[in-house]
DNA sequence: ACCTGAACACCGTTCAAGT
DNA sequence: ACCTGAACACCGTTCAAGT
């Protein structure tokens, strides 16, 4: 070989194609989790299957995680920066942002079901998993923005509550089926219910006799 | 004996006490695993488990239910009858129908959580188990009524939509923990905020800066 | 009819080793 | 350091029997 400037080995690459699971295991067990909420429940996920896909034995992933759950906690981790981002995104293109942001909301739920009934469902405590509670209420900041809620308004506060129970609730409602076809629309598809319901809230809630 | 009618052996009886699991073992399996979701999630509710705290092998409750997710949906089933007692209830004792309905709702939810969850998590299929879907249709019978939301009135219908999202989204948020201290309200209880929040939505979730 | 024990193919997790 | 195979105590479900 012509003029090699170092007489050492080559050193090793962060990242060999032919062996995805040498030192960054975590970061594949991961993204096989991830790929695995596109089809399955999060109920149904077992640790075993993550590892038989990710090509190692079903004990590695203990070098990596703590436990399951550990590793779920990680996907929905992931999963909140992603709707975070998606949230900020739409949020600058709109000149409507608080709807803008609803939808994005709503639409991420139904794009990935699983992996949103992981981030906010009961199986991962805010308290066990510090991590996520941070996350979430980075998400929360998104939705507080434009409805002017600063730490100093604690007026707007039962607001914020009610705008993210809105489109929390729409999301659980849509992506657990539970709208029967009535109140869904038949014609309509889903943009349009979210942005009527939306639109509706923002006139009010109320009893028909309330003034 | 004096004077007995017949001569025939006693009927028997339809429930001894002594033998809770004879005759009755789908009503018992029922209770069980109602009285189990107390404690646990449903998604750690192991059939095994039931049928040992009911008194009977592992394998009785075939003789009652197809699989596991029948017995769950029939324990949902019951969790949906109770649901909409309590929010009739609710709606015919207060001045405020809506409001009335939406606090037994979020109630309901804060005080048996894992039923809520079951209830209406995306475990129980609506297509898969039609008693669930007539009986949810009941439940959102309850709080269309206030809103004034007949079949012929489909203007309404983003609002009763809305309406639903409202208070399903609360219930969501509140069981799963996801209301941050600062959201929550350190000091407050429950019952007001959930009364905040109600008003909050009849007043209109809108922009800042919107009309 | 209703219930049982044995069996099958899975789990999550732990442990003693291997390189 | 990172990975492995064997082992343990569980699952849901099926099956051949027992009364």
Redesign the pocket.
């Known amino acids: 070989m012509w003029s090699m400037s170092t007489s050492k080995k080559a050193p090793p690459r962060r990242k060999r194609p032919d062996s995805y699971?040498?030192?960054d295991?975590r970061r594949a067990l991961v993204a096989t989790a991830t790929q695995m909420l596109e089809n399955e429940e999060a109920e149904n996920?077992?640790?075993?299957?993550v590892a038989r896909r990710a090509g190692?034995?079903?004990?590695?992933p203990?070098?990596?995680f703590a436990?399951?759950?550990s590793l779920l906690a990680a996907v929905a981790a992931e999963g909140f920066r992603a709707l975070g981002q998606t949230m900020a995104e739409s949020r600058s293109a709109s000149a409507q942002p608080l709807r803008a942001i609803g939808e994005a909301y709503v639409q991420f739920a139904i794009g990935r079901p699983r992996l949103f009934g992981l981030m906010f469902g009961p199986g991962l405590e805010r308290s066990r998993h510090p991590e996520l509670a941070a996350a979430m209420d980075e998400v929360f900041a998104h939705l507080a923005q434009p409805l002017g809620g600063n730490s100093a308004d604690d007026g707007a506060r039962p607001t914020l509550v009610a705008a993210w129970s809105l489109v929390h609730g729409l999301a659980h409602l849509l992506i657990d089926h539970r709208l029967g076809p009535r109140l869904r629309g038949s014609t309509q598809d889903v943009n349009s219910l979210i942005g009527d319901v939306l639109d509706a809230a923002g006139r009010g809630i109320q009893s028909a006799d309330e003034p």
């Open positions: 699971h040498h030192g295991l996920l077992s640790l075993r299957e190692v034995s079903h004990n590695a203990y070098r990596h436990d399951r759950d």
